[in-house]
């Protein structure tokens, strides 16, 4: 189940990816129209930053420093162009959802290993949350919590215990509070619940 709702994830990523980048394309066409200019910037960039990095592979410095001071250049004519027309900075580069993972649902890590994005975490924290019974804590927690329901009458043979189940109750209730405030420490142990279905 959890790879069926990962994968039904990662779809949702790639369908928001690949429309961002449609978008981006569509703003670039209608912003290249307006001003030509700066698409031949934008071409100029690309092709002088492949061969920026050609140079470097072959330890060409000099052609390398040559090229950046160009890239340097038209940085320079770009942002002014864009402040020309009042155009914002991020114009030009895609609207992910996710600027950290850019819609991908991974990230590589410094020692280049792959590792899930916080936003996908948070999605799949997020859609276990809103399938389990936690969704009405606002009104089922241990403020609205009521012990009168649980009968306060003594009995060794029913229950098992030498207190009632409103005592029983009350103990548990104040055990959970307890793990609740101490949950971040290593002392803690958890708690386990047994019982049939419906068990009060």
Not at 87 to 110: A, E, F, H, M, R
């Amino acid at each position: 189940m959890t790879n069926e709702i990962l994968n039904s994830l990662l779809k949702e990523y790639d369908r928001k990816k690949i429309q961002a980048e449609i978008d981006l394309d569509i703003r670039k066409k209608e912003l290249y129209e307006k001003i030509p200019e700066l698409q031949k910037i934008e071409n100029d960039l690309s092709t002088y930053a492949i061969e920026t990095t050609k140079n470097i592979l072959l330890y060409k410095n000099n052609s390398a420093n040559d090229l950046k001071e160009k890239i340097s250049l038209l940085n320079t004519k770009k942002n002014e162009i864009f402040k020309k027309y009042n155009i914002d900075k991020n114009y030009l580069t895609p609207n992910y959802n996710c600027s950290i993972c850019q819609d991908t649902g991974y990230v590589i890590t410094n020692n280049y290993q792959k590792q899930m994005c916080n936003c996908l975490k948070q999605k799949l924290i997020d859609y276990s949350f809103n399938n389990s019974n936690m969704t009405n804590l606002n009104t089922e927690n241990f403020s609205t919590f009521n012990e009168n329901i649980f009968s306060d009458d003594v009995d060794i043979q029913k229950y098992k215990f030498n207190i009632s189940p409103r005592e029983n109750i009350k103990n548990i209730k104040k055990k959970c509070e307890n793990f609740i405030v101490n949950f971040d420490k290593k002392e803690t142990k958890n708690l386990l619940f047994t019982g049939n279905t419906g068990l009060r």
